[in-house]
């Protein structure tokens, strides 16, 4: 069985960081682009942050660059987001994706091949 299986959610402050985890099983992880996206209540999933298979290639949406980071071990199976300065406006369920495409321009929903259940984070004021 396909799964990717985040952690790392949780409460924290406004300006404060989170390191969120993607571990993943079942597919040949080192051959798919992983990324992450996020979805706050009544809003439109985004595109945050993916890394393609390699590690040699990210993209980042406009409003998260120069704050977060993404990083994989291919050995392990897991992908990383490295999440600082967090906003108030970043709360919501942020979703770990697996895809066969890699753009550095765009993330599209209907590209992402596997899904993850999600993992809660709250940016408070």
């Known amino acids: 069985e396909v799964q990717l299986v985040e952690s790392g959610g949780g409460l924290v402050q406004a300006g404060g960081s989170l390191r969120l985890s993607c571990a993943a099983s079942g597919f040949t992880f080192d051959d798919f682009t992983i990324g992450w996206f996020r979805q706050a209540p009544g809003k439109e999933r985004e595109g945050v942050s993916c890394i393609d298979s390699y590690g040699g290639s990210t993209y980042y949406a406009d409003s998260v660059k120069g704050r977060f980071t993404i990083s994989r071990d291919n050995a392990e199976n897991t992908v990383y987001l490295q999440m600082n300065s967090l906003k108030p406006e970043e709360t919501g369920v942020y979703y770990c994706?697996?895809?066969?495409?890699?753009?550095?321009?765009?993330?599209?929903?209907?590209?992402?091949?596997?899904w993850g259940k999600g993992t809660l984070v709250t940016v408070s004021s």
């Open positions: 994706t697996a895809s066969t495409v890699f753009d550095g321009n765009i993330m599209v929903v209907d590209y992402q091949d596997y």
